[in-house]
């Protein structure tokens, strides 16, 4: 007779029989460790240098058990509330970008299972100039007290995964050597949670006037689904708007590929960027749908139609080009390495720089964040590691600050994007969901966004455009 027991993903019933240690959520899609006391024993040598793990060979055990200290060392930081260099180290375990390690940090600073999805394992944001073309050298960042090494990649991935199957099933059968390190991964929870992404529609999803409502809007457009077809994605995250037609763009991370719908959400064309490893980190357009890419260390320009019109470069090496604006007059503000802004002339021209633009205020580093402009020149950037939005204005001039890391309202958890609307309000999206405030910072609503909103931007309109970690793109109609 089976047994059963809760996914502590989902709260789902799971029935269990077997000596299986991972089974699948048949609700969530989650692997979940099924706990010790319920599985079957599996038999092993009373030899601790001869023991072995089915399915399993080649695995290098001393190497995953000094992963382990390594996570250790992870879990301290956090718990001394040294987030950024938690952050930081786990980034250079795991390959995982920013945003993924700053969530999983917070996770085990709280006692909560670190959860490992099957997202990109692309490199983090902040670090990926030695893995593209025109490899661009790491530069130190002000305080930041351990380098993380770029190409990890999915081979990392995979080994942390090992490393936590053998943790558990080692635990399992009552291997002390191993069962203290593990207490790392998994807190002082029973089960580590595995997620994956629901398998999602081989074939284009397009569902428009469906106006389903969220809160602060109603979704009045879907499209996507995972593949590589019209209108399908990977790991889709850019999002920019033409205003002079209503179509949109939308890019996946990894691969250089871009794809061009009409208002509709009709598929009209895409262009691929060619290089090896080339990762696209931000994309906005301008007043005549020209087409802006951040993307190893330069900013790429393309027609609406995808013809390249010309390429953008750092004077100096030491700057990596990673999140760029347009402004009504045709030139540009870019973010480099989280913490230095440039204001750029059409023609790449440096007209500004502010160095330390966000740790000057807080005397914390910042190593990835996030820029967007409203109507009258005012910049608001994202500090995703400050778990904040900065406001200068058009100048540079510092303004205001809000936000804090925390699960209340007008706090953030994991920020990803920022956006301001035609009312010059400011959207944010992090764990909850996309957070509205005026445009002083003064909290207003939450737009409860069915799934991760990665990237976030307006049409002349007021409607916004997401991209999720559903590999969708979706249309917002906001009421108020």
């Given at each position: 007779?089976?047994d059963?027991?809760?996914?502590?993903?989902?709260?789902?019933?799971?029935?269990?029989k077997?000596?299986d240690?991972?089974?699948?959520?048949?609700y969530?899609?989650?692997?979940?460790?099924?706990?010790?006391?319920?599985?079957?024993?599996?038999?092993?040598?009373?030899?601790?240098?001869n023991?072995t793990?089915?399915?399993m060979?080649?695995?290098?055990?001393?190497?995953?058990?000094?992963?382990?200290?390594?996570?250790?060392?992870?879990?301290?930081?956090?718990?001394?509330g040294?987030?950024?260099?938690?952050?930081?180290?786990?980034?250079?375990?795991?390959?995982?970008?920013?945003?993924t390690?700053r969530s999983?940090?917070?996770a085990?600073?709280?006692g909560?299972?670190?959860?490992?999805?099957?997202?990109?394992?692309?490199?983090?944001?902040?670090?990926?100039?030695?893995?593209?073309?025109?490899?661009?050298?790491?530069?130190?960042?002000r305080?930041?007290?351990a380098?993380?090494?770029?190409?990890?990649?999915?081979?990392?991935?995979?080994?942390c995964?090992?490393?936590?199957?053998?943790?558990?099933?080692?635990i399992?059968v009552?291997?002390?050597?191993?069962?203290?390190?593990?207490?790392?991964?998994?807190?002082?929870q029973p089960?580590l949670v595995?997620t994956?992404?629901?398998?999602?529609?081989?074939?284009?999803t397009?569902?428009?006037?469906?106006?389903?409502?969220t809160g602060?809007?109603?979704?009045d457009?879907s499209?996507?689904?995972?593949?590589?077809?019209?209108?399908?994605?990977?790991d889709?995250?850019?999002?920019?708007v033409?205003?002079?037609?209503?179509?949109?763009?939308?890019?996946?991370?990894?691969?250089g590929r871009?794809?061009?719908?009409?208002s509709q959400?009709?598929?009209?064309?895409?262009?691929?960027i060619?290089?090896?490893?080339?990762?696209?980190?931000?994309?906005?357009?301008?007043?005549?749908?020209?087409?802006?890419?951040?993307t190893?260390?330069?900013?790429?320009?393309?027609?609406?139609?995808?013809?390249?019109?010309?390429?953008i470069?750092?004077?100096?090496?030491?700057?990596?080009y990673?999140?760029?604006a347009?402004?009504?007059?045709?030139?540009?503000?870019v973010?480099?390495?989280?913490?230095?802004?440039?204001?750029l002339?059409?023609?790449?021209?440096?007209l500004?720089?502010?160095?330390?633009?966000?740790?000057?205020?807080?005397?914390?580093?910042?190593?990835?964040?996030?820029?967007?402009?409203?109507g009258?020149g005012?910049i608001?950037?994202?500090?995703?590691?400050?778990?904040?939005?900065?406001?200068?204005?058009?100048?540079?001039?510092?303004?205001?600050?809000?936000?804090?890391?925390?699960?209340?309202?007008?706090q953030?958890?994991?920020?990803?994007?920022?956006?301001?609307?035609?009312?010059?309000?400011?959207f944010?999206?992090?764990m909850?969901?996309?957070?509205?405030?005026?445009?002083?910072?003064?909290?207003?609503?939450?737009?409860?966004a069915?799934?991760?909103?990665y990237?976030i931007?307006f049409?002349?309109?007021?409607?916004?455009?997401?991209?999720t970690?559903q590999?969708?793109?979706?249309?917002?109609?906001i009421?108020?």
């Amino acid at each position: 007779m089976p047994d059963t027991f809760t996914c502590p993903n989902c709260g789902a019933p799971l029935d269990y029989k077997g000596s299986d240690p991972i089974i699948r959520c048949p609700y969530c899609n989650s692997s979940v460790i099924v706990p010790d006391n319920l599985r079957e024993k599996p038999a092993f040598s009373s030899r601790q240098d001869n023991f072995t793990l089915t399915g399993m060979a080649g695995v290098d055990m001393k190497a995953m058990v000094n992963q382990a200290r390594r996570f250790k060392e992870v879990k301290e930081l956090a718990h001394s509330g040294k987030m950024d260099d938690a952050a930081r180290l786990y980034m250079e375990i795991t390959g995982a970008d920013a945003l993924t390690a700053r969530s999983a940090v917070e996770a085990l600073a709280n006692g909560m299972p670190v959860t490992l999805t099957s997202l990109s394992s692309g490199p983090a944001f902040i670090n990926t100039g030695a893995e593209i073309d025109n490899n661009i050298p790491e530069t130190p960042v002000r305080r930041r007290t351990a380098k993380p090494k770029s190409g990890m990649g999915a081979g990392c991935v995979v080994g942390c995964f090992l490393f936590i199957l053998a943790a558990g099933i080692l635990i399992s059968v009552g291997l002390p050597t191993l069962a203290s390190l593990a207490g790392l991964v998994i807190g002082t929870q029973p089960e580590l949670v595995l997620t994956s992404l629901p398998n999602l529609p081989i074939s284009p999803t397009v569902a428009s006037g469906i106006a389903k409502a969220t809160g602060f809007g109603s979704v009045d457009l879907s499209i996507g689904g995972e593949g590589t077809g019209p209108g399908l994605f990977g790991d889709v995250r850019g999002i920019a708007v033409d205003p002079s037609t209503g179509g949109f763009f939308a890019a996946d991370f990894e691969g250089g590929r871009v794809q061009a719908f009409d208002s509709q959400g009709k598929f009209t064309h895409q262009w691929i960027i060619p290089g090896k490893k080339l990762y696209i980190l931000s994309i906005t357009a301008d007043r005549e749908g020209n087409v802006y890419i951040a993307t190893g260390g330069k900013i790429l320009v393309f027609d609406k139609k995808g013809t390249p019109l010309r390429t953008i470069e750092s004077e100096d090496i030491h700057y990596y080009y990673d999140d760029v604006a347009v402004l009504l007059d045709g030139s540009m503000l870019v973010l480099s390495r989280g913490d230095t802004l440039f204001h750029l002339a059409p023609d790449g021209k440096v007209l500004e720089r502010y160095d330390e633009i966000i740790s000057s205020i807080t005397d914390d580093s910042e190593l990835s964040s996030r820029i967007a402009v409203d109507g009258i020149g005012n910049i608001y950037l994202l500090g995703t590691f400050n778990n904040a939005v900065f406001i200068f204005d058009s100048e540079g001039k510092f303004k205001n600050k809000f936000g804090s890391m925390g699960d209340e309202p007008g706090q953030f958890r994991a920020p990803s994007a920022i956006g301001i609307d035609g009312k010059g309000r400011i959207f944010v999206s992090d764990m909850k969901g996309i957070q509205i405030f005026s445009n002083d910072g003064r909290y207003i609503d939450v737009l409860k966004a069915h799934t991760f909103a990665y990237g976030i931007a307006f049409d002349d309109q007021g409607r916004l455009y997401v991209t999720t970690n559903q590999k969708m793109v979706e249309r917002y109609i906001i009421q108020k």
